[in-house]
């Protein structure tokens, strides 16, 4: 069964570049697999950030695009979250997500506190 | 962007009662919608995809119905792990984006 697994700084200074890493294990990340990432600000509802395919091929939400980098490394079956110029209204649990090609989210990771503080 | 609106916000309900939660769409969705549980601290856990399908291992007092803009999530009989919220999500209006409606608590009465 595939498990994710986010790391990354717990606490980013405002301005600065928010960036977090899902691990991919028991499965490939070159799998048939979109690997996605959704926020959700304390006491709030979810937010999709957006996916990455193995190949490159991203997708990302409108209201984010312009700050929003999703990459992939295969040689680490890992994926990654950059998310550029943030402020307070940034600070969210950040889950990294499985989802089946034409299919949608089926499994999470346990998620991760990013604190947009000075 | 398809807007998704979840009615109520919150939902009290007694051990064993049935619960009804609902879910509209700004835009038809087809079938395209799931169904999410999420327990405080962790994450969501899916229920429901393709409106009715029950995702592996999920009990089967959980239903969904409904397509277009409309749908209902049923809880049969609540139990004590039931108590939680529960989110819908598009995935109709993919790529670009998926998105979640707003989030119903179910909360003991």
């Known amino acids: ?65 312009s700050r929003v980098t999703i990459s992939v490394d295969k040689s680490k079956n890992q994926f990654s979250l950059k998310l550029s110029s943030v402020t307070a209204a940034d600070t969210a649990v950040y889950f990294c997500a499985r989802k089946p090609m034409g ?6 990771g346990q998620g991760t506190l990013v604190t947009v503080s000075s | 962007e398809i807007v ?15 619960a009804t939660l609902s879910c509209r769409a700004s835009q038809s969705l087809g079938s395209n919608l799931a169904w999410y549980q999420q327990k405080p601290g962790q994450a969501p856990r899916l229920l429901i995809y393709g409106a009715s399908t029950r ?8 239903s969904g119905s409904g397509s277009g803009t409309e749908f209902t999530l049923t809880i049969s009989s609540l139990q004590s ?25 179910v909360e003991i009465k």
Request: glycine share 12%.
């Open chain 1, 1 to 65: 069964q595939v498990q994710l697994q986010e790391s990354g700084p717990g606490l980013v200074k405002p301005s600065g570049t928010l960036s977090l890493t899902c691990a991919v294990s028991g499965g490939s990340i070159s799998s048939n697999n979109w690997w996605s990432w959704v926020r959700q600000p304390p006491g709030k509802g979810l937010e999709w950030i957006g996916e990455i395919y193995h190949s490159g091929s991203t997708n990302y939400n409108p209201s984010l695009k």
């Open chain 1, 103 to 108: 299919a949608t989210i089926a499994s999470w």
């Open chain 2, 4 to 18: 998704m609106t979840q009615s109520p916000a919150t939902l009290s309900v007694s051990p064993g009662e049935r």
């Open chain 2, 55 to 62: 995702a592996t291992g999920i009990p089967a007092r959980f």
């Open chain 2, 81 to 105: 792990e039931d108590f939680a919220v529960y989110y819908c999500q598009q995935y109709n209006n993919w790529p670009p984006s998926l998105t979640f409606g707003g989030g119903t608590k």
